[in-house]
């Protein structure tokens, strides 16, 4: 969903390909994984096949004897691995590949401190596109951390994209700022609790998060304001960053409760919860979009990673 994606699989990995073998090699394994997905019964076991052929060369190019990938090129690849491990269903294995490459990133970081990086890089790549996925990938991962073993050697102490606390502007340009501000404190909140049912937080880094998220609805509050009727889209898609500010605050506010009905003090606020999320899932265009860039502009701006489904998954 993040813009920084979509250049990334549309644009940047397809260029990789054709100066990377097992890059190149990675992405004949996707799509033909996906044929054999979507095919018929017969053709089944055929693309499967060269599926695995691929998959083969590329794990060789990557780690046989006397190859020396780039950190790009392993780190491109780590991530169409875990595209083919979501495909077949295999979240745990798919888990170890953003771990692999978390652990990765890590080592990039110390090796180029307080280095000068240049546009157009190969360092730039990784700062600029790859970085910034698996800082969402690992966000998102919070949500296993329960069925998986911290104490793993791939496991992340600390969240890939932010090394301190984050900043939360006074004023926001755009609903991409907000959206992007909002991933941050979710990224910091998810580090810093952990999401353990079992542990109660320490208070002074629940205040610290409620000062974050405050910052953050206050910013976000005087940028709507500005907003007028025309802006359906804009609208919108506050929206559901509105949905999801109010999800995370209960989330927060009941971190340190020590029974479950503490639910039910939000039910007032769960039924509102609801009724806008209805509201977002059967929005339709009344025409459709010209053409398919738009589409992709309406997602980038209109979702955030898991959509409407993180805030249902807690109600």
């Not at 294995?93 to 307080?114: C, E, F, M, P, V």
Request: proline share 3%.
């Amino acid at each position: 969903f993040a813009t920084v994606s979509q250049e990334f699989f549309n644009s940047t990995l397809l260029q990789a390909s054709h100066v990377e073998p097992a890059v190149k090699h990675m992405i004949i394994a996707t799509a033909l994984l996906q044929e054999a997905i979507l095919c018929t019964p017969g053709q089944y076991s055929t693309n499967r096949w060269h599926f695995g052929q691929h998959y083969s060369k590329a794990i060789a190019l990557l780690t046989g004897q006397g190859s020396n990938p780039s950190v790009e090129t392993v780190l491109m690849s780590c991530l169409l691995f875990l595209t083919c491990e979501n495909f077949q269903g295999s979240s745990m294995t798919g888990l170890l590949h953003i771990y692999s490459g978390l652990k990765i990133l890590k080592d990039w970081k110390a090796s180029r401190h307080q280095k000068t990086i240049a546009a157009g890089s190969a360092d730039d790549l990784i700062q600029n596109q790859i970085d910034p996925i698996f800082a969402r990938l690992e966000a998102q991962t919070s949500v296993y951390r329960s069925a998986y073993n911290t104490n793993h050697s791939f496991y992340s102490e600390s969240p890939a994209h932010l090394q301190s606390i984050p900043t939360v502007p006074t004023l926001f340009k755009s609903l991409f700022l907000a959206r992007d501000s909002l991933v941050e404190v979710v990224q910091w909140m998810f580090h810093v609790l952990d999401m353990d049912i079992y542990v109660t937080p320490d208070l002074s880094a629940v205040l610290q998060i409620r000062a974050l998220l405050d910052g953050w609805h206050l910013a976000f509050k005087t940028y709507t304001a500005s907003l007028g009727d025309h802006d359906h889209l804009e609208l919108r898609t506050a929206s559901t960053l509105e949905i999801h500010y109010r999800a995370l605050s209960i989330m927060l506010e009941v971190s340190s409760a020590k029974t479950e009905c503490i639910y039910d003090t939000y039910l007032s606020d769960f039924r509102a919860l609801v009724q806008q999320c209805e509201d977002i899932i059967k929005y339709r265009e009344s025409a459709p979009a010209r053409n398919w860039a738009e589409y992709g502009d309406r997602m980038s701006l209109f979702e955030f990673d898991f959509g409407m489904i993180a805030p249902l998954f807690l109600i």
